[in-house]
């Protein structure tokens, strides 16, 4: 038997509604902070992601699909949307027609990871990009719609993280007395943080090995030792949280992974997803924009795991979905009606309906069980003396009452059932 490749899922019948739920809060919370969607292929050249995310990441070092097409183009299945955005941005002069850009996006991701709970190699992501404008309002907007979307949804463990990097000059500034601090260390750390001391020395914040954290609890704090105005910028996002009424604790080593990053970061968590805890996270960056080809441009933006919020919903039962039933479900007293009931279920589905009948040739009884399964609000009977007469039996399933109606009278049966 051929099975689903591991890392990836299969979403199944049962599971869309609540895909179904997540995207409409999506839609409708994005649409109303004035976010216009966007699309991008799935795939694209490797060198986007090599400059805008960074070499020395692990996602562009150890996690991308990458392959080369038939024309010897070395492409990647997308990672990350964030630079596909900025790509498509700067390709179509978006900011050339208006000076302030705000789009969202639902998209499937791909990271060769290793799989575990709530993490996948095919995964989805939403999330939204602003571009354009330095004004932290837009990094606490951006905050505010991640929590918004979260809370709609049921999800009450969340914790909030924010923390400022500083500009691109305070922040290399801090990675050499991060070096300094550390190189008497070096010799100290796990083997990958040895390694992200000579590339990327912040990454080392994101160890989980015990040993590097005792380490770097006597390390300089970046927020000691960042720039004025971006200081002031993240008082003012502090403002506003507190103002909009969302908790938020401040983590110092909360610095992203990602090198675009420049002043505001922030990740939103759960206590109800095991240790990868983290459902959305994202942060300012200023200079990527410039790095990818075009003219400076400041954004900001953020990305949410669906799966991942998925199961903090069904760990926390917070997800309420609406009830899984039909409007009509069609049954045949004599198989020879087949035909006809056919075409009854046609008229109805042609006024949005949501209508069934049986395709197996089963008994009454067994047609019966089928439709209290679909949990249908009402079923017509065809056939008998009534169908002889011209008359057709509907039932309203929730009340037991029965009543006739003319064969053809579509219009009464459309105005009983959408009561």
Same mark, same amino acid.
């Given at each position: ?14 599971e ?13 919370i994005?649409?109303?902070f004035n976010?216009?969607?966007?699309r991008?292929?799935?795939?694209e ?28 183009t070395?492409?990647t ?6 630079a ?9 002069s978006l ?39 330095t ?7 951006l ?18 993280k924010?923390?400022?990097?500083g ?15 550390l190189?008497?260390k ?14 990327n020395?912040?990454?080392i914040?994101d ?25 002031? &910028?993240?008082? =003012? @996002?502090?403002?506003?949280l507190?103002?909009? /009424?969302?908790? #938020? !604790? %401040? &983590?110092?080593? =909360? @610095? ?6 420049? /002043?505001?970061? #922030? !990740? %939103?968590?759960?206590?109800k @997803? ?5 459902l959305?996270?994202?942060g300012?960056y ?6 990818l ?20 919903c ?9 009830d899984?039933?039909?409007?009509l479900?069609?049954?045949k ?6 035909s006809k ?10 006024e ?8 197996l ?21 065809i056939g ?18 029965q ?11 459309i ?5």
């Open positions: 038997m051929i099975k689903a490749i591991t890392g990836t899922k299969d979403i199944l019948p049962s869309i509604p609540g895909w179904k739920r997540l995207e409409s809060f999506v839609n409708t994005f649409t109303s976010y216009k969607e966007i991008t292929p799935i795939f050249e490797t060198s986007l992601f090599a400059r805008g995310i960074g070499e020395e990441t692990d996602i562009v070092g150890k996690e991308m699909y990458t392959f080369a097409d038939r024309s010897g070395s492409v299945l997308k990672p990350e949307m964030t596909s955005v900025v790509r498509a941005f700067i390709e179509h900011g050339k027609r208006q000076p302030l850009n705000k789009f969202f996006y639902i998209s499937p991701m791909f990271r060769q990871e290793r799989p575990q709970a709530g993490r996948l190699r095919q995964f989805h992501q939403f999330g939204g990009e602003a571009l354009g404008s004004s932290p309002l837009l990094d606490a907007e905050i505010i719609i991640a929590f918004q979307i979260l809370t709609s949804l049921g999800l009450r463990d969340l914790t909030v924010i923390n400022t990097l500009v691109h000059s305070s922040r290399e500034n801090y990675k050499r007395m991060l070096r300094d601090f190189k008497d070096k010799y100290m750390l796990s083997d990958d943080s040895r390694k992200r001391y000579d590339t020395v912040l990454r914040f160890s989980k090995v015990e040993s590097d954290q005792e380490i770097l609890k006597e390390a300089p704090i970046l927020i000691d030792h960042i720039d004025e105005e971006s200081k002031n &910028d993240f008082e =003012l @996002v502090k403002d506003i507190i103002n909009s /009424k969302i908790s #938020f !604790e %401040i &983590d110092p080593k =909360l @610095v992203r992974g990602l090198d675009y990053y420049t /002043k505001t970061t #922030f !990740e %939103i968590i759960s206590g @997803v095991g240790s990868q805890n983290a959305c996270g994202g300012r200023d200079l990527l924009v410039e790095q080809g075009g003219s400076p441009t400041p954004g900001v933006g953020f990305a949410a795991g669906i799966e991942r919020i998925l199961l903090a069904e760990n926390e039962k917070s997800l309420s979905l609406p899984d039933n039909i409007d479900y069609i049954i007293l004599d198989e020879d009606l087949s009931a056919f075409e009854v279920a046609l008229e109805y589905r042609k949005n309906l949501f209508v069934e009948f049986d395709y040739s089963r008994s009454v009884k067994a047609q019966m069980r089928e439709a209290n399964k679909l949990n249908a609000r009402f079923v017509l009977f008998g003396d009534e169908y002889k007469s011209g008359k057709l039996n509907l039932k309203n399933m929730a009340t037991g009452e009543q006739l109606i003319d064969l053809n009278e579509y219009s009464k049966l105005d009983l059932v959408r009561v």
